[in-house]
């Protein structure tokens, strides 16, 4: 059986070592698809592949159909928005993810985000300090929790919305419950978003609720741009020059909205929240152990397509 590692982006070396010892010591068959810059060249490499581990790559309907040995996907960190799931269940693949392992370095990375924007993006102005500010995490998932975690050592206030979350778990990290997603935005000078992107939260955020943060709000996003409503943020922008937008995904309009904010919005070049070696590895090898024990015993713990 063959173990393909098909990451556009690629892992740090040391966890691509650590994910071929374990496929390796299983039996099976380790092939590396890095840096590939064709869909053809991942339809080629998953024809004869039984197990898929991927990042934020696509797995569609025309990779399943080409991926005839194929019994598991799984992507090695959060969100597997990237993947179709319901093709996946026709074709009778487990896609599993490997939910927390990456989730210290996208939270680290908000704290990066938000210094580098509270300081004007160094560019040698006087800025302002994080403690005792407002923070308002939305979703209060595994990244969530480490964003309040890493607040507190900032000094800040934070408070948090999860409708799929209950009120202790927020109040036993000390970060106050919030119920209604104006609230959040209206009492937040930070706000955070860890949602991820599904039909229900696609351009959620926009002009009415970032219009609603308190004066010189930052917005960060280390989640997804599909969930912002590019219009309605470049809308807000004009309105509140206040406000800035920083991402650690860059938008569709990333370079109209550059033209015109200028040092007010931020965006990385490509995805890099959890583009660190300890997540690499946590990520990496989670999904490598996931992929052996379902290949070789049927453990489907992570499935999501269920
Ligand atoms: C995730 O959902 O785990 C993060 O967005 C990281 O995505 P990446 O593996 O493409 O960096």
Redesign the pocket.
Known sequence: MKVLVATE?PFAAVAVDGIREIIEDAGYEFELLEKYTSKAELLDAAATADGIII??DIIDKEVLDAAKNLKIVVR????YDNVDLAEATAHGVCVENTPGQ?SNA?AELVFGMAVMAARNMYNGTSGTELKDKTIGIHAFGQVGRNVARIAKGFGMEASALDPYCPDEVMTDAGVKPVHSVEELYRDNRYVSLHIPATAETKKSVGYDLITLMPKNGILINTARKEVIDEDGLARALEARPDIKYVADIKPDTADTLKERFGERVFFTPK?M???TAEANINAGLAAARQTVAFLRDGVNKFQVNK
């Open positions: 982006k990042r934020s090695a960190g959060a969100g990456n996208v995805k929240g959890a583009q």
